[in-house]
């Protein structure tokens, strides 16, 4: 498999820290020394399918690829308004594709999902051009009023479109049942039949735990996709982690002892847009043209569930 193009958008809002401390008890200082976040993008009176939509739009464009030359469409999202149909049927229709498509929730480490996925369609011989397409708005999931947990997100759309090559030399998932650390709850509609109490519960989580979860999680995939690829970690130029928290990042580049230059981030500009964070950076480095032929890249997540995942892939400049 190799990633022929990339592509992302964002929402029109931009919220700066100095603007959440009109109407929060928190400050600047607090935020950015925590989590390295100034500001995000946030969906104000736009619609997540419109941003996937132009995400996949993008990443086509990238790639030179038609709509209907893709054979499959994977989704990558944890909520959006519709419930069904699903978000990748409503991206087939905006790019006006022809293919079955599909949607995902593996919360932050959903990309990594998505990408095993499509490999092991390829490799099953299913499909050769996939969509894959993380659009999240984890802003309307919090609780506005709660400080601990609103700062952190933003909103945003990342894509590819990837096709048959040698480029993906080790890619693993997982899962831990740590389901109590990060969680959202939604009523459901009422039936006569339900008698039980139940209640919406905006976004929960046990920070502490989850930054510790993520940083141990993110050395075992990086350490283990490398061994498995047969690389040094001294030989991997882009270590391209889910953008939750610079912490996060400084922590694990730290306990890999490598140079911080090798983990970009711009977690800064958007907060942590869960799934959508790996293939945004990836689109900002590929349009600036960070990546060069015969790059090593490592891709590392960690989310709700507690999922991760982690893939090394060599970059082909020439698609
Ligand atoms: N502004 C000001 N003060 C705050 C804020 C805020 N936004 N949020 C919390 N505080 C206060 C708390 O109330 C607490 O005050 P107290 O001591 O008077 O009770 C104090 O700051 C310390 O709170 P902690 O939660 O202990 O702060 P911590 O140093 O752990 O930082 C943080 C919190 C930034 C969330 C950290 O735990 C973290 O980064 N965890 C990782 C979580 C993460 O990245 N989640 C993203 C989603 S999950 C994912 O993508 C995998």
Redesign the pocket.
């Given at each position: 498999m190799k990633i022929k193009g990339t592509g992302s958008a964002h929402p029109s809002l931009t919220l700066t820290n100095d603007m959440l401390a009109e109407f929060l008890?928190?400050?600047d200082e607090?935020?950015v020394s925590?989590?390295g976040i100034k500001q995000r993008q946030i969906m104000s009176d736009e619609n997540l399918k419109d941003l996937a939509i132009s995400a996949a739009k993008n990443a086509l464009e990238d790639a030179g690829t038609d709509a209907r030359d893709i054979d499959f469409i994977i989704c990558s999202n944890v909520v959006n308004e519709y419930v069904t149909p699903s978000l990748s049927c409503l991206v087939h229709k905006g790019i006006d594709a022809s293919c079955p498509c599909v949607d995902i929730n593996a919360a932050?480490s959903g990309f990594l999902y998505a990408l095993q996925i499509a490999e092991a369609y390829q490799k099953a011989g299913m499909a050769k051009n996939i969509l894959i397409v993380c659009a999240e708005e984890p802003t309307r999931m919090v609780d506005w009023n709660d400080?601990?947990t609103c700062?952190?997100f933003g909103d945003g759309a990342g894509a590819v479109v990837v096709t048959e090559g040698d480029d993906l030399k080790a890619i693993k998932v997982t899962n831990t049942s740590k389901t109590d650390v990060?969680y959202e709850q939604r009523c459901l509609e009422p039936t006569p039949f339900i008698s039980k109490e139940e209640q919406n519960i905006p976004l929960q989580?046990k920070?502490?735990e989850?930054?510790k979860s993520?940083v141990s999680s993110s050395i075992k995939d990086i350490t283990d996709v490398a061994t498995e690829a047969g690389v040094a970690l001294e030989e991997i130029d882009w270590f391209i982690l889910?953008q939750?928290?610079l912490?996060?990042v400084e922590g694990v580049c730290k306990l890999l002892r490598q140079d911080l230059s090798k983990f970009p981030h711009n977690v800064e500009f958007y907060g942590?847009t869960?799934s959508a964070s790996i293939p945004m950076l990836l689109d900002e480095m590929n349009k600036r043209g960070d990546l060069k032929d015969g790059d090593k890249l490592v891709f590392s997540a960690?989310?709700?569930g507690f999922t991760t995942g982690a893939c090394l892939i060599e970059w082909s400049a020439k698609k």
């Open positions: 008890d928190t400050s607090w935020i925590r989590t932050c400080r601990r700062v952190l990060l989580m920070g502490q989850v930054f993520a889910h939750a928290n912490r996060i942590n869960s960690f989310g709700a």
